[in-house]
């Protein structure tokens, strides 16, 4: 028998952030990641005009209190590396983001299209 060893490029801790970029984090509810939206959510007039995306922080801490306050306290934090010389245009305060970034968040928060956000990792510590 065969052994067992585990698959390449699948990091036992999330590799060092590379020069020239700023790491964002996501504090992940129970859903897997990119869920469709249940039925009852996606009728209402709020989410119907929702720019698709997700918010992140660049903040690995309110990341992980995101997680344990609306999620399921599961510790599940993605990450996604961005260019710092793009950074800004993903601040929630500068594009739709704001418009459906909790009260007083837009300037800490940013906001990734999904196509984007569909690029992040697990993190690991």
């Known amino acids: 028998m065969e052994e067992f060893k585990p698959k390449e490029n ?34 209402q ?7 698709d995306g997700s918010f992140f922080t660049d903040s690995l801490e309110d990341a992980k209190h995101y997680n344990k306050e609306f999620g399921v306290g ?4 993605t990450y996604i590396d961005i260019y710092a010389d793009k ?7 500068n594009n739709r983001g704001k418009e459906f970034s909790a009260r007083g968040m837009a300037e800490k ?7 984007l956000s569909k690029m992040r990792q697990k993190f690991i510590e």
């Open 10 to 43: 699948i990091p036992e801790k999330t590799p060092p952030v590379k020069d020239n970029y700023i790491r964002l984090y996501r504090g992940e509810t129970s859903s897997p990641l990119d869920s469709p939206a249940p039925d009852w959510l996606k009728e």
């Open 45 to 51: 007039p709020e989410i119907q005009n929702r720019p």
């Open 74 to 77: 599961d510790g599940n934090i």
């Open 87 to 93: 950074l800004e245009q993903y601040r929630a305060s």
């Open 109 to 115: 928060e940013f906001f990734l299209s999904n196509e």
